[in-house]
């Protein structure tokens, strides 16, 4: 049976389809990635619903992102990946071939790969509030979101691990935590834990909590381990 979007009263589409993503943990970028690919699609054939349209008017959109916008293959792939996230996954309809759409493509390019002196040489341009979050970055491999939003919990000085927890496809993995980063580690980690207990004691200090923990554990937003090693400012 497929998801009824249009009754008098309901929440509009990509209100639903918004909701329907957090139910299965999509990341907030994977999130608005494809809710502004769904809208733009929406737009391109004049607001008409998407239920209204099928394989042919994807094929146009696509082939309009390649040969008017002259988009990048990814960021064509992109568009694909949520229209297909819409009408498969969130529709429950299965469709046909996309052959027809013309294809952007680009030059293949060579990376570029730092040498370990002009890695030196950046990181010691970084402010000195961020040095940090760049050495770990560099260091144990993380992306710049995992740095930030890495709990006290899921660092493991005995071990010399990181635990990254919901990185990319929603995956949980473990990294290395370089030696000579621990002792600045554990000096912010420690002036870090300071500010927690001031602001616990001015009434505040509670973190964001996944999945529903701070229904099921009340406490445990306010709790130490819990807490990001890089907290905002404000």
Not at 31 to 51: C, S
Not at 175 to 190: C, G, N
Not at 222 to 229: E, L, M, N, R
Request: aromatic share 10%; charged share 25%.
């Amino acid at each position: 049976m497929q998801r009824q979007t249009s009754f008098p009263g309901k929440p509009k589409l990509l209100d639903q389809v918004r909701t329907f993503m957090r139910a299965r943990r999509y990341s907030l970028r994977t999130e608005e990635a494809y809710l502004d690919w769904i809208r733009r699609f929406i737009l391109f054939h004049g607001k008409r619903h998407p239920r209204e349209l099928g394989e042919r008017e994807i094929t146009e959109f696509l082939t309009d992102l390649a040969a008017h916008r002259h988009v990048a293959a990814s960021t064509q792939n992109q568009a694909l990946s949520a229209l297909l996230f819409l009408y498969q996954q969130f529709f429950e309809r299965k469709l046909g071939r996309l052959d027809g759409a013309l294809r952007a493509s680009g030059p293949a390019r060579v990376p570029v790969v730092l040498t370990r002196e002009e890695v030196r040489a950046l990181l010691a341009h970084v402010a000195p509030t961020y040095r940090l979050i760049a050495d770990l970055i560099c260091g144990s491999g993380l992306r710049l979101l995992e740095a930030l939003r890495l709990r006290v919990k899921d660092v493991d000085f005995g071990y010399g691990r990181i635990i990254v927890r919901d990185g990319k496809g929603m995956k949980d993995r473990v990294t290395m935590l370089p030696q000579r980063l621990q002792p600045s580690l554990r000096e912010h980690i420690t002036h870090v834990k300071a500010m927690h207990e001031r602001d616990r004691a001015l009434g505040f200090g509670a973190v964001y909590l996944p999945d529903g923990l701070g229904r099921k554990y009340p406490n445990a937003a306010k709790s130490w381990p819990w807490q990001y090693v890089f907290p905002a400012q404000n």
